[in-house]
């Protein structure tokens, strides 16, 4: 079966776990499903948070020296860290970046999971992750990195779906591009140019710099999300507020 390049998973990075983690589900109105005790060997600590088929994962350092620890250190807390699609073949995207001049950083290979991540300073603006789970074509089937049972914990009360990460960059349209000849997906050009993937789109707007900035929700309605954000004190603008470094975006 040919599986099509999807979306699987959005990373972000904060100093402490908590409250993070916590706040994104309790402001969303959705459920904690896993914390990976593989993150341990990178000196992590983790929080999953199902988003109907897509993760939102936070991770957070727990000693000195990590990369997720660096990130929030040369970004300020400002920006996502990782941006995870699956696909047939990591390893097959993992050489097409290559022969681009994009770094493999890390290989993850513990059947029946494997993922490819790329070099983030190659990358621009974030890590770009390929992964695959063998005899799992279900989007809803085994996925390891959040643990047996986490569809058991997919709300759709408040949440619906992630359905679309923002990317900045004071050249948009070449990093639209960039990204579009490492994922094999065409950019749709526009106002606001963007590669549009089967379950979310992934857009390029200007900014200062390269950077994750915002993930976009459909939600059932903005009110009372808006409202649990303002009584945790988080910056609202709008129909969006600002939690670990990115701005969440509410539609209906």
Known sequence: MTLLTRLRQVCLVAAKIEPVGGDIAEVMGLNICYRDPNVGRFGLENVLIPVDSVLLEVVAPIREGTAAGRFVEKT?????????????DPRER????????????????????????????????????????????????????????WHKAVRRDSTQALTAITMESSDPASLAQHWS?????PVID???????????????????????????????????????????????????????????????
């Open 181 to 185: 000849r490492i994922i094999g997906s």
């Open 94 to 149: 993992g050489r097409n970046a290559e022969a681009m001049g994009v770094r493999t950083a890390h290989l993850i290979d513990r059947p029946p999971y494997l993922g490819v991540q790329l070099h983030p300073r190659d990358c621009r603006g974030a890590f770009i992750e390929f992964n695959h789970t063998a005899g799992s074509d279900n989007i809803f089937g085994p996925y390891p990195p959040a643990g047996p049972d």
């Open 76 to 88: 300020q807390g400002r920006g996502g860290y990782m941006a995870i699609l699956s696909c047939n």
């Open 190 to 252: 526009g106002a606001v140019p963007e590669i549009r993937l089967p379950n979310a789109a992934i857009r390029f707007v200007k900014g200062a710099a390269d950077l994750m900035s915002g993930l976009t929700f459909k939600v059932n309605d903005p009110a009372p999300i808006l409202a649990r954000a303002k009584a945790k004190g988080l910056h609202v603008n709008g129909n969006a507020f600002r939690l670990c470094g990115v701005d969440f975006e509410l539609t209906g």
